[in-house]
């Protein structure tokens, strides 16, 4: 389980909390790029320069703030040293984001986004998290001994052939909201 990406979902659900955001209207992601740049591995784009004040990783350090010394210990050293080069930007307070949500909300999305994946939350940490303590049925839950498998995982598709099977996947659904719908007499 990816739990930066959960650390965004659960950003997002923050952000329902009606005294974090007002209006439903003004709703954004915690960190709403539109180009991954040097997190893909096929940009060719000459502008997608990890310093980019656009780029996905530039979103995340003014919210998150650079990385520290010990985390750049956790990359390969071309990337860090890349990132050395980078002005330091310190981390917003999630508390100023989210003003409604209570400290332990805070510290659970804190130490899901952590940058060094050393340090953020494994499953089972994010899972037992006091945040959490309260919505927990610890009787209910079962723990599987069969490891989960997503077919796609195993394909090897390229990124095209993916986004096809994809393209193709939301037409097929699409189709019945588009497609004129028969009166029932």
């Known amino acids: 389980v990816d739990i930066w990406s959960v650390g965004c979902i659960f950003a997002e659900l923050l952000n329902m909390l009606p005294d974090n955001v007002k209006d439903y209207k003004a709703r954004r992601p915690i960190f709403p790029g539109d180009s991954c740049g040097v997190l893909s591995i096929d940009s060719t784009d000459e502008s997608d320069q990890i310093g980019d004040?656009?780029?996905?990783?530039?979103?995340?350090?003014?919210?998150?703030?650079?990385?520290?010394?010990?985390?750049?210990?956790?990359?390969?050293?071309?990337?860090?040293?890349?990132?050395?080069?980078?002005?330091?930007?310190?981390?917003?307070?999630l508390h100023s984001i989210y003003p409604a949500s209570d400290n332990r909300a805070i510290d659970l999305l804190t130490k899901m986004l952590a940058f060094n994946p050393a340090e953020r939350l494994?499953?089972?940490?994010?899972?037992?998290?006091?945040?959490?303590?309260?919505?927990?049925?610890?009787?209910?839950?079962?723990?599987?001994?069969?490891?989960?498998?997503?077919?796609?995982?195993?394909?090897?598709?390229?990124?095209?052939?993916?986004?096809?099977?994809?393209?193709?996947?939301?037409?097929?659904?699409?189709?019945?909201?588009?497609?004129?719908?028969?009166s029932h007499k």
Do not use: W
Request: aromatic share 4%.
């Open 122 to 182: 494994s499953v089972d940490e994010a899972i037992n998290h006091p945040y959490l303590a309260s919505c927990r049925q610890i009787a209910l839950e079962r723990e599987s001994n069969i490891p989960m498998s997503a077919a796609i995982e195993n394909i090897g598709e390229s990124a095209n052939h993916l986004f096809e099977n994809v393209a193709h996947e939301v037409l097929h659904y699409r189709q019945s909201d588009i497609a004129p719908h028969k």
């Open 53 to 93: 004040e656009s780029g996905q990783l530039m979103i995340i350090f003014k919210v998150m703030g650079t990385p520290t010394e010990r985390d750049l210990t956790n990359i390969d050293p071309v990337t860090a040293n890349q990132l050395r080069k980078l002005r330091f930007i310190p981390a917003k307070s």
